[in-house]
């Protein structure tokens, strides 16, 4: 049975693993400590997540390498006992070792990276966990004996999920070629790179709409990653969102929000002002104009 659909859901409601979920979400991976960047002051990192909470955030994107386990101990301490229509979502296939990112694909790896999570998290299931796929740029590369075929990991996350462990399968940066295969196993959201800008995953997208299946972007307004620009600094964009008396970050989300009925935002960040600005986004209507503008200075 799923849960009621909450009384608030920026950028609306649409299906996440069988459960329904505020279209604008949040991706924790800000909250934690990485190279160059210190982590969130605890305290206010907690309140964040709470006031996301009550703007009716209902889809939190996580992982057990964020920090390590940094992001898992602040959902829980801020949230637990965690809201019936919380919906909480974790990847596997990295792993922070020495304070490096480094690959674990292998199917046991993958096993002791959702064990890890529920620990964290403190939870008997995750509602969906998203197989990182290391084939291809940005970040981590997989090399050696981290060269596994999509087939063994899968039949390793399936186990779990009929375990119980885990609620549903994603996938995140895989090419459409690796999504057509890995249908069979149910297969309810992918993430990869796409924003106004980068559109190199279209034909990944396009099988995601043949399916139905949630589309959830990262770096849905561009990255520091060389060649993925930032969405907020084109004069359009910028244009448009002066015009509507939006913030320009609102305007890209907007955007991606028009695109395809079942994308999912999940826009991280550490500051209160920017969380208004990404959840603004869902009250953001662009007119046919600016859509067909917008689409056209990306495509």
């Given amino acids: 049975m799923t849960n009621p659909p909450p009384l608030r859901a920026p950028g609306g409601i649409a299906a996440l693993g069988g459960r329904p979920v505020a279209r604008i979400g949040f991706g924790a991976m800000q909250l934690a400590e990485r190279p160059g960047r210190a982590a969130t002051d605890r305290a206010a990192a907690v309140a964040l997540l709470r006031r996301a909470v009550d703007l009716g955030v209902n889809h939190i994107d996580t992982a057990q390498f964020y920090g390590p386990g940094t992001c898992n101990e602040l ?116 993430q990869n790179a796409y924003s106004l800008l980068d559109r190199a995953a279209a034909p990944v997208l396009e099988v995601c709409r043949a399916h139905d299946i949630a589309w959830v972007p990262y770096f849905p307004l561009g990255s520091a990653f060389p060649g993925y620009p930032k969405v907020t600094d084109h004069p359009v964009v910028r244009e448009i969102a002066a015009r509507l008396d939006a913030a320009p970050v609102a305007v890209g989300l907007a955007w991606l929000l028009a695109d395809y009925p079942h994308t999912l935002l999940i826009p991280g960040t550490s500051d209160p002002d920017h969380l208004a600005e990404n959840m603004g986004a869902g009250a953001v209507r662009l007119a046919a104009d600016d859509l067909a503008v917008l689409t056209g200075i990306g495509a």
């Fill in 75 to 190: 959902i829980r301490a801020a949230l637990a006992p965690y809201p019936e229509e919380l919906t909480l979502v974790t990847k596997v296939g990295a792993t922070l070792r020495d304070s490096a990112i480094v690959a674990a694909q292998r199917p046991g790896e993958l096993r002791a990276q959702v064990e890890a999570n529920l620990a964290t998290l403190g939870v008997e299931q995750v509602a969906v966990v998203n197989l990182r796929r290391l084939d291809a740029s940005p970040g981590l590369r997989a090399e050696g004996d981290q060269l596994v075929d999509l087939d063994s990991q899968l039949a390793e996350l399936i186990s779990l999920r009929d375990a119980g462990k885990i609620g549903a399968i994603g996938l995140s940066q895989v090419d459409a070629d690796r999504l057509r295969r890995a249908l069979p196993a149910g297969i309810v959201c992918v």
